[in-house]
């Protein structure tokens, strides 16, 4: 038995589907909307590493949860970016995701410390700067 196999039995479908979003999220905010006809497909020229959706799982996290964030990822299971990492290689075992010869699980290890990305001075702080954000957008 794999360890992608034991870390899927770790962490409820909740997990499986926030990351699943968490990537979708990344790969739009950094390589913008994908074409309809190519959702499926592996594409190179939309790959974002463990270190970026770590990040973009942390601002999907606040957008979703606001000052939440922090318990209801401990709920799942998740206690850290390597968390994150475990959910992903089990997603790509089960061929729901896929990776590049580059990437490794190890991209995902420390990438930030939750107790201060989810503090409530960062989780406001963060807010603040997505609000601003949106209000640029229009």
Not at 3 to 22: C, I, K, L, R
Not at 82 to 96: K, M, P, S, T
Request: proline letters at 4%; a negative charge; glycine letters at 8%.
């Amino acid at each position: 038995e794999s360890p992608a196999t034991s870390w899927a039995e770790a962490y409820p479908g909740e997990a499986f589907d926030f990351v699943q979003s968490g990537v979708e999220h990344t790969v739009s905010r950094m390589h913008g909307e994908h074409p309809p006809h190519q959702v499926d497909e592996p594409d190179s020229n939309r790959h974002v590493d463990g270190r970026q959706l770590s990040e973009g799982l942390r601002d999907l996290a606040i957008r979703q949860f606001g000052l939440l964030a922090r318990e209801v990822l401990r709920s799942w299971n998740i206690h850290r970016t390597d968390d994150f990492g475990r959910i992903v290689y089990a997603l790509i075992q089960g061929q729901e995701l896929y990776k590049s010869d580059d990437d490794r699980i190890e991209d995902f290890y420390s990438v930030y410390d939750f107790d201060d990305v989810f503090s409530e001075a960062s989780v406001k702080a963060a807010l603040g700067r997505i609000r601003d954000d949106e209000r640029i957008r229009g």
